[in-house]
């Protein structure tokens, strides 16, 4: 996979280095000299960089836009993350164009119509992840997506859990949500019927505001205990 990330810094630096040790293409395109050193720093090679702003076309092509797979925007100004979104979306047809909303209060103007698949608004993520935490004892908030009142949630199974030592199949869960995985220390697995969920073990689901409170209640400790 080939992707362009606008913005080297801390945030676009990480995710590229993760995305090369990964197997994947990354061209991280930055205009601030220190950033560049920064992330030559951090183990990212010169020829994973493009010196410039992100909103060039010429730089933008240079840096294969065409070939791209997805565009991610990780800029501090939102006003730059959206006109790198819009061209690479209208202009490129870029697939998959993922921008990073800096202040809350611009969250709104990160949609489809302004070229953005994916918004991450760090501060909504932030307040839900607080928020999960005073009110579930067992789930925290990975990502909120963009469309809907659906998040991706990682939920542990309390030891004193009612459905610990259960097969997936035996266990009532909300019709609107889906267990994605289940891990334990380095191992993960793909769910199904026959699946014994264990105490101790995390799962990732994806759920609803209401289905994340039905699977505190699941997975949670039993409120007999």
Request: charged letters at 25%; hydrophobic letters at 45%; a negative charge.
């Amino acid at each position: 996979m080939k992707v362009i990330i606008v913005g080297g810094g801390q945030v676009g630096g990480y995710i590229a280095r993760l995305l090369i040790d990964n197997g994947n293409s990354a061209v991280v395109i930055e205009n601030k000299e220190s950033s560049v050193k920064s992330l030559e720093k951090n183990g990212l090679k010169r020829e994973n960089i493009m010196v410039g702003d992100g909103t060039d076309a010429l730089l933008l092509e240079k840096a294969g836009v065409r070939r791209c797979n997805a565009l991610v925007c990780t800029t501090g100004n939102d006003e730059t993350n959206l006109a790198a979104a819009m061209m690479a979306k209208f202009e490129y047809d870029v697939p998959k164009v993922i921008a990073r909303v800096n202040n809350p209060k611009n969250a709104w103007l990160f949609n489809a119509g302004m070229g953005v698949d994916v918004k991450i608004n760090q501060a909504d993520l932030i307040g839900h992840m607080i928020a999960d935490e005073m009110n579930y004892q067992s789930i925290m908030t990975l990502m909120r997506l963009s469309k809907g009142e659906y998040s991706i949630v990682r939920v542990h199974v309390d030891y004193h859990s009612p459905n610990a030592d259960k097969p997936i199949a035996q266990i009532k869960l909300p019709e609107r949500a889906l267990l994605i995985a289940v891990y334990e220390d380095d191992t993960m697995i793909i769910p199904h019927g026959e699946t014994v969920i264990r105490a101790g073990q995390y799962i990732l689901a994806f759920a609803d505001e209401q289905s994340m409170e039905e699977l505190n209640r699941i997975f949670g400790a039993s409120t007999a205990v």
